[in-house]
């Protein structure tokens, strides 16, 4: 992008599946000059008195000029315009867990935030999908006879991993939850009495990162405990730790387990809770086929929080895909009876996390809500953001 004086904020949402874009051209800063706006497949050009501004768009994405439509201006954010445009960007998510190949292999856990070791060389010979929350009632409804699961957790033997919503379930032996090299960086919330470990109430069975305080996740069992996927990266053991910036993270593994869970089982609406089932966040998802271009982005909510700095090393005129989604704050008591009819309904599902992840996720929310172009903001009573994938 040449840009001189009379830089143009210009944001561009296509949709893949629909062939159509957004585009929203703001008003020069200098305000009120005249502007010549030409659209090419690949790139828009503005010229002003003052000069011009040439973005070139990235190469999978193609403009049909000829079809632009709905040309309007709206006051505080420019010219309103919607086109045909065709988008071929391959979408790149951070596997949480690559089933196929390190089942076979010794794996290491660590910890995303600081890189600690929590687990290391773990042979996993079972990677398995748990089924949904309420498969027991699933399993009364359809047998015909008394419930063989029945008082009946599924709980991974030593060689196992269970993948929940939005956790992991490893099963770690009482044995090895004694100092050792294997757990050493982990601090497990446990009394110990005749060299036996037993749990402590359902409040202090948090896992901690020793080196960061952060919270992995909590012990279900005495042998089971569950690591949040948002806190945790499984890596081979013969790779190194990946750095990947806090904020990407966790909008990938955010994206992935909503685009999931709408794709297996239909539900758009979710409650982003935390590990003490307080609700921080109701949230809908609306389209994940969105790829967003923007220029020139407000950065005063990037320099004031470092969990968004990652985003200052993007190119202000790159692509990337995101999901589109509706969100309220239930922080503070904030839509208590939004909250109340939400819970109660069934089609609205669950997402645990720890807690200060979901303050992460809505500080991340609020952020994109606050770049996006005014008129894009609201829909209803909602919030709009994007998540990048």
């Given at each position: 992008m040449?840009?001189?004086?009379?830089?143009t904020?210009?944001?561009?949402?296509?949709?893949?599946?629909?062939?159509?874009a957004?585009?929203?051209?703001?008003?020069?800063?200098?305000?009120?000059?005249?502007?010549?706006?030409?659209?090419?497949?690949?790139?828009?050009?503005?010229?002003?008195?003052?000069?011009?501004?040439?973005?070139?768009?990235?190469?999978?994405v193609?403009?049909?000029?000829?079809?632009?439509?709905?040309?309007?201006?709206?006051?505080?954010?420019?010219?309103?315009?919607?086109?045909?445009?065709?988008?071929?960007?391959?979408?790149?998510?951070?596997?949480?867990?690559?089933?196929?190949?390190?089942?076979?292999?010794?794996?290491?856990?660590?910890?995303?935030?600081?890189?600690?070791?929590?687990?290391?060389?773990?042979?996993?010979?079972?990677?398995?999908?748990?089924?949904?929350?309420?498969?027991?009632?699933?399993?009364?409804?359809?047998?015909?006879?008394?419930?063989?699961?029945?008082?009946?957790?599924?709980?991974?033997?030593?060689?196992?991993?269970?993948?929940?919503?939005?956790?992991?379930?490893?099963n770690?032996?009482?044995?090895?939850?004694?100092p050792?090299?294997?757990?050493?960086?982990?601090?497990?919330?446990?009394v110990?009495?005749?060299?036996?470990?037993?749990?402590?109430?359902?409040?202090?069975?948090?896992?901690?990162?020793?080196?960061?305080?952060?919270?992995?996740?909590?012990?279900?069992?005495?042998?089971?405990?569950?690591?949040?996927?948002?806190?945790?990266?499984?890596q081979?053991?013969?790779?190194?730790?990946?750095?990947?910036?806090?904020s990407?993270?966790?909008?990938?593994?955010?994206?992935?387990?909503?685009?999931?869970?709408?794709?297996?089982?239909?539900?758009?609406?979710?409650?982003?809770?935390g590990?003490?089932d307080?609700?921080?966040i109701?949230?809908?998802?609306?389209?994940?086929?969105?790829?967003?271009?923007?220029?020139?982005?407000?950065?005063?909510?990037?320099?004031?929080?470092?969990?968004?700095?990652?985003?200052?090393?993007?190119?202000?005129?790159?692509?990337?895909?995101?999901?589109?989604?509706?969100?309220?704050?239930?922080?503070?008591?904030?839509n208590?009876?939004?909250?109340?009819?939400?819970?109660?309904?069934?089609?609205?599902?669950?997402?645990?996390?720890?807690?200060?992840?979901?303050?992460?996720?809505?500080?991340?929310?609020?952020?994109?809500?606050?770049?996006?172009?005014?008129?894009?903001?609201?829909?209803?009573?909602?919030?709009?953001?994007?998540?990048?994938?």
């Amino acid at each position: 992008m040449a840009a001189t004086a009379a830089e143009t904020r210009m944001f561009l949402e296509v949709r893949r599946q629909l062939q159509s874009a957004l585009l929203i051209l703001g008003e020069p800063k200098e305000g009120g000059m005249p502007m010549d706006i030409s659209i090419m497949p690949s790139s828009l050009q503005m010229k002003t008195p003052e000069g011009c501004t040439e973005i070139q768009l990235p190469a999978e994405v193609r403009l049909v000029p000829s079809s632009c439509r709905g040309l309007q201006f709206v006051t505080g954010d420019g010219l309103h315009l919607r086109l045909q445009a065709q988008a071929e960007l391959g979408t790149k998510l951070i596997s949480m867990f690559n089933q196929s190949s390190q089942a076979r292999e010794c794996c290491t856990f660590y910890c995303q935030s600081c890189g600690e070791v929590i687990i290391k060389d773990r042979k996993l010979l079972r990677v398995l999908p748990l089924p949904s929350e309420n498969w027991e009632a699933l399993v009364g409804e359809w047998c015909c006879h008394p419930d063989p699961f029945a008082n009946k957790p599924l709980h991974p033997q030593e060689n196992d991993c269970f993948i929940g919503d939005s956790f992991f379930l490893v099963n770690l032996r009482t044995s090895l939850w004694q100092p050792r090299p294997e757990l050493s960086p982990v601090e497990m919330c446990c009394v110990s009495s005749d060299n036996h470990c037993k749990l402590e109430p359902k409040a202090n069975t948090k896992v901690i990162c020793k080196r960061c305080k952060v919270m992995l996740g909590e012990t279900v069992s005495s042998e089971t405990t569950k690591f949040y996927m948002t806190e945790i990266i499984i890596q081979s053991s013969e790779r190194s730790f990946p750095i990947i910036p806090r904020s990407r993270f966790v909008q990938s593994v955010i994206t992935q387990c909503l685009v999931q869970l709408s794709s297996a089982r239909s539900t758009f609406r979710f409650r982003i809770q935390g590990q003490d089932d307080k609700v921080y966040i109701l949230l809908w998802l609306l389209n994940s086929d969105s790829l967003v271009i923007e220029s020139l982005r407000n950065s005063k909510y990037i320099k004031k929080f470092p969990l968004l700095e990652d985003t200052l090393k993007a190119d202000s005129s790159s692509a990337w895909s995101a999901i589109k989604v509706l969100y309220q704050p239930c922080i503070k008591s904030r839509n208590e009876k939004l909250v109340s009819l939400w819970e109660s309904d069934i089609s609205v599902h669950p997402l645990t996390l720890p807690s200060a992840t979901c303050l992460e996720l809505l500080l991340i929310l609020s952020r994109s809500n606050a770049n996006l172009p005014s008129s894009l903001r609201h829909m209803n009573s909602f919030q709009v953001a994007f998540l990048k994938m």
